[in-house]
């Protein structure tokens, strides 16, 4: 599992650990999904057989302290999150990318806020509602993971970060 | 019962609404709103028994909403229940001084919306 660089003294140790148990949590509570931890060779085959990335970006702020927590994922682990969430059979219509998108937004979306209860429960965040970009290739950085064998991202950032244009 | 979901995500207002469908709970109508000004607007037209609402969300915020509410007598008898990613204590501090009766965090289980729905029913 890669480090993530938190700002003490704001979080106790583990802080790393929290981050995996918030997306293990929301992947496997509300996604019906496998995640497990992956270092950046295996991030790196993995990844490279994808070009169709979303980032999902979500800022929190509470007036002290200000960030970010991004998701990226290929096009392929985004559908299967949306067919976990919505119920969708395999043989059913395409879902339209407004759709897609706007799970992938939730997916984040969820992973920050459960990630902000169990790190910082005392404080009070306003969290900003999800910016989604396409990419076409990832470079492994944050937490590394893979949700049903397909590779994932999440990263958490602190401080001012330029907003995003959602596609 | 009529329940009226507020929730800036359609995809979230779409699950909610299929664990609706699961519960064992009579349900005569459901309303969705994208946010607090939607939901305002719904709940001046109709009468609502249950409000489902998330927090974060832009034009007005749950907590908005949720003030806007406690602030009329006319929704007196209308149960609050939050649907939130934001589980912090300072979060549910702040609704319980606004009338919630229950707290949900995303995520969360169809066992536990039915459950919801029951004590509040």
Redesign the interface.
């Known amino acids: 599992m890669c480090s993530l660089k938190l700002p003490e003294p704001m979080f106790r140790p583990g802080a790393e650990e929290d981050v995996y148990a918030a997306v293990s949590?929301?992947a496997e509570?509300?996604?019906f999904c496998l995640i497990d931890p992956c270092d950046a060779e295996r991030f790196a085959e993995l990844a490279a057989g994808h070009d169709d990335w979303l980032m999902s970006t979500i800022h929190f702020d509470d007036g002290q302290c200000t960030g970010s927590v991004s998701c990226r994922l290929p096009g392929a682990l985004a559908l299967r999150l949306?067919d976990a969430?919505?119920?969708r059979d395999p043989g059913d219509p395409e879902p339209l990318r407004a759709?897609v998108l706007?799970?992938v937004?939730?997916f984040a979306?969820?992973i920050?806020?459960?990630w902000?209860?169990k790190a910082?429960?005392?404080?009070?965040?306003?969290?900003?509602?999800p910016a989604v970009v396409a990419l076409d290739r990832v470079e492994p950085a944050g937490l590394l993971v893979t949700i049903e064998e397909l590779p994932c991202t999440v990263d958490v950032a602190f401080g001012r970060v330029p907003a995003l244009t959602t596609v | 019962m009529r329940i009226l979901i507020v929730d800036d995500s359609a995809m979230m207002r779409k699950m909610i609404r299929r664990v609706l469908a699961l519960v064992d709970v009579p349900i005569d109508e459901i309303f969705e709103a994208a946010n607090g000004a939607e939901a305002l607007a719904i709940l001046q037209e109709h009468e609502i028994d249950v409000l489902l609402t998330d927090i974060n969300m832009p034009v007005m915020t749950g907590t908005e909403l949720l003030r806007e509410i406690a602030s009329s007598k006319r929704w007196i008898n209308l149960r609050r229940v939050i649907i939130s990613t934001d589980g912090s204590a300072s979060r549910r501090d702040e609704a319980a001084g606004l009338d919630v009766r229950c707290y949900l965090e995303k995520p969360f289980s169809p066992e536990v919306i039915r459950d919801v729905l029951l004590e509040v029913a």
């Open positions: 949590d929301v509570r509300s996604f949306f969430f919505s119920g759709e706007d799970l937004g939730e979306n969820m920050c806020g459960a902000l209860t910082i429960n005392h404080r009070t965040f306003t969290l900003s509602p």
